[in-house]
């Protein structure tokens, strides 16, 4: 797989169109890597010129920063701003929503200034220039409802690149009763991933992933890492891990094309 | 002439105003302890906010039903108020139906007034019928028992009194039924005094007249103590609400400087620090006056609705958060904060601070910060902003983050993920 790191292409003189923010999730977790890789593989398909940082990237102090970790984030943002403004970056696309709205919203203060992009609406760019083709291939026909994940809908008003991907690969797209600007958090964010839930009835998870069973989907897309890990928890947790898929953005559309 | 009534009316209505002026003064204070934010830039998106949000409603017809409910009794509000003036201008100077020189028009205003006077009525039924009958959930939480229940209960039925009054006034002034135009609800209650004196009408419609007003400026002085402060304070409240995108937290500008000194090679560790600056300031929140002043203003125009909660994921979950009632405390909180500071001059310290003697850490853990409660409400009240600066004070100045979270942010803090795992192998999905 050809993944170019900015170490790499600065050694021989080339700057990248933009800098593919792997994040954490997308570097270590064993379902979000394939996303990951589902995207470089559109990425090379559409002959983008892209660099990602490798293991000059670091978290980007989302997590502790919902935490409450003032600190921490600042220090993860500042040696992250270091890097990025050494290589001259001047576009990001990410697939991960917290490192989008907090590469976004929360670098340029502290001096991180870039085009910061989630990947779907990349690829929704990388479309209308016509870079890429999306055909129905095997999608087409199929239910897909799309779970909004927060820090991409509320947090940053992103609800139409999504659907309009989907709607591309000639799927019936279904909505859930709470989508868009009234969309259920799928129970990780605010660094809810990393502990266990307070006492409560339910998880939120099952909450979200009923509230998508109802829909009675083929397929749940989701542009997050980590919604992806709580709905598959959710799926799991309903026993319907034969019947429906949890299947990222990037994922579908590479998967349409049997990239 | 007699002029015993209009010197009592006068009387009445500085004691009703001048009552009112001095509590707002104090709810002023109270929302000047909080700490400065800087609110004053983008004043034309700012009034264009207000515009739409405050004035136009726009957020409170996201639930239909009860949002153009809400525009009746809103509209009533706002409009009747004319009908109030007039009220004040006969009390004083002993006129009666000062405006009716208006002839055609003055006919179709309180025509005008009659019907909207009705839908209100009709429609504060509904709401009393929403809580009551239906108890429609988001209504009976937890923290709606007592006071806050009692507090919602007392506004309908005061709005049920006032309007029956107007109705009732209208209905028994037998110069303007005579007229009979400008009274297309009022005629159909006038019946009902067809059988009885002149003299027992007038004393009816006067009994009626007084009431109104006196009604009038209890409520007006009742705002103070009750949630229902937002038909003032939706204005300010949407007019300095936050304009960025709403997953941007604020950077706390108190740690860019320490960080920045961290990260600077040429600092000197072993400076002597300069006298002259200021003590390091405290992070995140403990009390209300470690919260902006914005999220003070925040509390008092929270009309304890609970969309908020109804749309928390946790809440939803059964989980003790209720954003609503973190708005709540806050409130609590600061007014007796307020309260000491009458009763001594100045804060006193009193044992107590919002975090734990009102919002416990259970409640703050359990937020996903996913802005549900803050998209929902119709006032622009932001109560993702007070947990978090909650959560600050717990992790920055206490270390009483859960132990998950601690071990998350060692992770983050050792090889730059909040997993074990090495920043070294970041790359290695590459190849596998």
């Given at each position: 797989m050809n993944v170019p790191t900015m170490a790499e292409m600065t050694a021989q003189g080339i700057q990248p169109d933009v800098l593919f923010w792997v994040g954490c999730a997308g570097s270590f977790d064993d379902r979000a890597k394939k996303i990951t890789k589902a995207f470089v593989k559109i990425l090379n398909k559409a002959n983008v010129q892209f660099a990602v940082l490798g293991t000059e990237e670091s978290c980007t102090g989302d997590p502790a920063k919902r935490a409450g970790n003032e600190f921490l984030f600042q220090m993860q943002a500042m040696t992250n701003i270091e890097v990025l403004n050494a290589y001259e970056v001047k576009k990001i696309v990410t697939a991960c929503p917290h490192c989008f709205n907090t590469l976004k919203n929360e670098y340029p203060e502290l001096g991180g200034k870039y085009e910061v992009l989630h990947h779907t609406e990349f690829l929704k760019s990388l479309l209308d220039e016509g870079k890429i083709t999306i055909e129905g291939g095997k999608f087409k026909g199929k239910r897909i409802t799309f779970h909004d994940p927060c820090y991409l809908g509320r947090a940053n008003d992103v609800y139409e690149a999504p659907r309009l991907l989907i709607e591309k690969l000639q799927a019936e797209i279904v909505e859930m009763k709470r989508c868009k600007t009234n969309g259920l958090c799928c129970g990780a964010g605010g660094a809810q991933m990393f502990k266990d839930a307070e006492k409560g009835n339910k998880e939120i998870n099952v909450e979200r992933t009923e509230e998508a069973l109802e829909t009675k989907p083929n397929i749940i897309a989701t542009g997050c890492p980590f919604c992806n890990t709580m709905i598959t928890d959710g799926i799991k947790a309903k026993d319907q891990e034969h019947s429906v898929e949890v299947m990222d953005i990037a994922e579908l559309i590479a998967n349409a094309e049997d990239l | 002439m007699n002029y015993i009534d209009n010197i009592a009316f006068a009387i009445l209505l500085i004691i009703g105003i001048g009552f009112f002026v001095k509590n707002s003064k104090k709810i002023v204070r109270n929302i000047k302890l909080g700490k400065n934010i800087d609110r004053s830039d983008l004043p034309k998106e700012r009034f264009q906010n207000m515009l739409k949000i405050a004035f136009g409603q726009s957020k409170m017809v996201k639930r239909p039903i009860a949002g153009i409910l809400h525009i009746i009794v809103y509209a009533g509000f706002i409009i009747i108020n004319i009908e109030v003036l007039e009220i004040i201008i006969d009390g004083l100077f002993g006129t009666h139906r000062v405006f009716s020189v208006l002839g055609g028009f003055y006919s179709f205003l309180i025509g005008s007034f009659e019907i909207l006077a009705f839908l209100v009525l009709a429609s504060v039924i509904i709401f009393w019928m929403r809580r009551m009958v239906l108890q429609i959930p988001r209504f009976w939480n937890k923290e709606m028992k007592g006071w806050p229940k009692n507090d919602a209960l007392n506004i309908l039925y005061f709005e049920m009194v006032l309007m029956s009054l107007f109705l009732l006034m209208n209905a028994t002034d037998n110069h303007f039924q005579n007229l009979n135009v400008g009274n297309p609800i009022s005629q159909y209650i006038a019946i009902l005094f067809q059988e009885s004196s002149f003299i027992t009408v007038n004393i009816i419609e006067r009994t009626a007249w007084w009431l109104h007003i006196i009604g009038i400026l209890i409520f007006l002085n009742y705002l103070y103590y009750s949630k229902h402060l937002h038909i003032l304070l939706a204005f300010p409240n949407t007019y300095f609400a936050n304009l960025k995108p709403q997953g941007q937290f604020t950077n706390l500008e108190a740690v860019t400087n320490e960080v920045k000194l961290m990260m600077d090679p040429s600092a000197d560790p072993y400076a002597v620090p300069d006298e002259n600056a200021a003590p390091p300031e405290k992070f995140g929140a403990s009390d209300v006056a470690d919260l902006n002043w914005v999220q003070l203003m925040n509390a008092y125009t929270c009309t304890e609705c609970g969309r908020c909660t109804a749309a928390c994921p946790a809440n939803i979950t059964?989980?003790?958060?209720?954003p609503r009632a973190i708005m709540m405390k806050t409130r609590d909180r600061l007014e007796e904060v307020g309260k000491n500071i009458d009763k001594n001059g100045k804060f006193i310290d009193d044992g107590k601070q919002l975090l734990n003697d009102y919002i416990t850490p259970e409640e703050i853990w359990a937020c996903t910060s996913c802005n549900a409660c803050v998209e929902e409400c119709p006032v622009n009240i932001d109560p993702l902003s007070i947990i978090i600066d909650l959560r600050r004070y717990l992790v920055m100045e206490q270390s009483a983050a859960p132990q998950e979270l601690n071990s998350m942010m060692t992770n983050i803090e050792n090889n730059g993920a909040p997993w074990q795992y090495n920043q070294m192998d970041r790359l290695n999905w590459k190849d596998e």
């Open positions: - | 059964g989980k003790e958060l209720s």
